[in-house]
């Protein structure tokens, strides 16, 4: 089992950059595919990035693709977003989700992949 905890989400203009980390707990973090989603008010929770265990693989949605970079520390149990050129549109509450079922370079860019959540860090666009 792994416990999430988000953070880094704040109020930003339009074209500024931001960083979320994602902490988790125990001792088995490097056993987990990692990935981001976020959820805009009144929208479906939607994929933005995944990493892979040990990082060698990531994927992003495509319209976060260019601007948005995913990484991950094994040493240190964190995975971070960082999120560049940001817009109004990025507005939403975003989570980190741990994946256990996608091996080697796998990652999964589906909610239902991923057995824990954090609690979400808001991060708002303004124009």
């Known amino acids: 089992q792994v416990q999430l905890v988000e953070s880094g989400g704040e109020l930003v203009q339009a074209g500024d950059s931001l960083r979320l980390s994602c902490a988790a707990s125990?001792?088995?973090?490097?056993?987990?595919?990692m990935g981001w989603f976020r959820q805009a008010p009144g929208k479906e929770r939607e994929f933005v990035a995944a990493i892979s265990r040990n990082g060698g693989r990531t994927t992003y949605a495509d319209s976060v693709k260019g601007r948005f970079t995913i990484s991950r520390d094994n040493a240190k149990n964190t995975v971070a977003l960082l999120m560049n050129s940001l817009i109004p549109e990025d507005t939403a509450v975003y989570y980190c989700g741990a994946d256990q079922k996608s091996l080697f370079l796998a990652v999964s860019v589906t909610t239902t992949a991923y057995s824990y959540w954090g609690q979400g860090t808001q991060v708002t666009v303004s124009s």
């Open positions: 125990g001792r088995t973090f490097s056993s987990y595919a």
